[in-house]
């Protein structure tokens, strides 16, 4: 048997806690706590109060106060916070608290709940662009922005297109990410600007924009960025017109905002179905090199790759550190124009030349370990993936490494991945 509590709150449609139905209040309550508690609300066809107010359906004139039962039950252990609140929220109506013995809890795991609409989700009145404007301007709100794309609105505040970072590279000429661009220097920056101002962003959009309206559910949005493989989706109004832009980063913290603690269900002897775990998710054909493996073989891996990150092992397999073409970028700082030419995948490796920095070091004679990053954040397979999900938002990462106990390497997670699982049969 399990120790569980039951309060019983009998009060009117009438009550309030505020400004709120008094049966809004208690809802809202129970539900921010994030514990393993029910709550049912009851609507009675009839009753009498203490002052002598009858309520009945037979008259119209006696049906405009009806009583009201909000039934609550929760594990033992987490009641005492509960009944202490509820006891001074209401102030009209009886509060009993009854000891249950609960033979059997289950409850499935949900990725965000049913009820929340895209809105109330999106990132309102975004950032966007026109298809007249020249390319240099998407790059420069691109730059400053969390997003890695845009609205094309036309003259209605309409979309009728996206301009990402990808379109910015295949369709308009940009040799790098922006953010290795920006690292490249301020010349660089500038430069590689002015070549964009001559092609504009009709030319180089992805068209037409698939786009959700504002009042659908966020399952249906999920549902479309998963089945069209976009990272983001511009919102609309009744009217066709922009309101929001719902991305992978908005749904991941509204799964760190709304996720109960399902650990520590689970430690309740609580039977939580469709739990999944980062091991669920591993992408186990992540590839890994030596600490002395050459840069020039790891360039090789990083650009033949989805996952653009190399794992450095040691003998035993234990990360030691991750690669990637921002390493890359930092690391040869000294050499800017030969690693440039390789990252944007203009073949042309480096020279050996003296200047008064002596000697410059030629690819095939740097090792990973002399460019790798080592200080890494990693999950274990057993997390679930609500809590690296939590990690990823809350230090803006889109892939994690996956250790064992021992610190040995077994793959990567991405954000898609976590998408794609965690939402899969969960709402």
């Known amino acids: 048997m399990l120790n569980y509590k ?23 309550f129970i539900r921010d706590l994030k514990i393993a508690a029910r709550c049912i609300v009851t609507r009675g066809i009839a009753g ?9 359906g037979r008259l119209e004139i006696l049906s405009y106060n009806m009583p009201v ?43 965000f709940p049913r009820q929340l609409r895209v809105c109330d989700v999106m990132t309102p009145q975004p950032e966007w662009v026109s298809p007249e404007s020249p390319l240099s301007d998407a790059a420069g709100l691109l730059l400053s ?4 794309g845009l609205p094309v609105l036309d003259e209605k505040r309409r979309p009728i297109g996206v301009i990402t970072q990808g379109d910015l590279i295949t369709r308009g000429g940009l040799p790098l990410r922006l953010g290795l661009v920006s690292e490249s220097g301020q010349d660089r920056l500038e430069s590689v600007l002015g070549q964009l101002d001559s092609v504009k962003v009709s030319e180089a959009m992805t068209s037409p924009a698939i786009i959700i309206a504002e009042d659908r559910p966020l399952a249906e949005a ?9 990272k983001r989706l511009p919102v609309v109004d009744g009217e066709g017109r922009l309101t929001g832009i719902l991305s ?21 002897k609580i039977e939580v179905g469709h739990l999944k775990r980062v091991g669920d998710i591993l992408r186990r054909d992540a590839h890994a090199v030596t600490p002395e493996t050459p840069v020039d073989e790891v360039i090789r891996i990083i650009d033949d790759n989805d996952i653009q990150r190399v794992a450095v092992v040691d003998h035993q397999g234990k990360l030691l550190g991750l690669i990637s073409d921002r390493d890359l970028l930092r690391y040869f700082k000294a050499e800017p124009e030969g690693i440039w030419r390789l990252l944007s995948k203009v073949r042309q490796p480096f020279r050996k030349s003296t200047g008064k920095n002596g000697p410059r070091q030629e690819l095939s004679e740097t090792t990973a370990a002399m460019v790798m990053t080592t200080r890494l954040i990693t999950v274990q397979e057993e997390m679930l993936i609500e809590e690296a999900i939590g990690l990823m938002a809350e230090k803006a990462l889109k892939r994690l490494p996956v250790v064992d ?3 040995r390497f077994k793959g990567m997670i991405s954000r898609d991945s976590l998408l794609r699982t965690g939402f899969a049969g969960s709402v």
């Open 405 to 407: 106990e021992e610190g």
């Open 248 to 268: 992978r980063l908005d749904i991941f913290r509204t799964v760190m905002r709304e996720a109960p603690d399902w650990m520590a269900f689970t430690a309740q």
């Open 222 to 230: 999920v549902d479309l960025m998963l089945a069209r493989d976009v």
């Open 6 to 28: 039951a309060i019983e709150i009998l009060t009117s449609e009438q009550a309030r806690w505020g400004t709120k139905p008094l049966v809004d209040a208690v809802l809202q």
């Open 69 to 111: 039962r909000i039934y609550i039950v929760a594990p033992a252990a987490d009641m005492d916070r509960v009944i202490e609140k509820l006891s001074g929220m209401v102030e009209d109506g009886i509060v009993v608290l009854h000891d249950l013995n609960v033979v059997r809890h289950q409850v499935k795991n949900a990725f």
């Open 48 to 56: 009498c109060y203490e002052n002598g107010e009858m309520a009945t």
């Open 145 to 148: 922005s969390v997003f890695t």
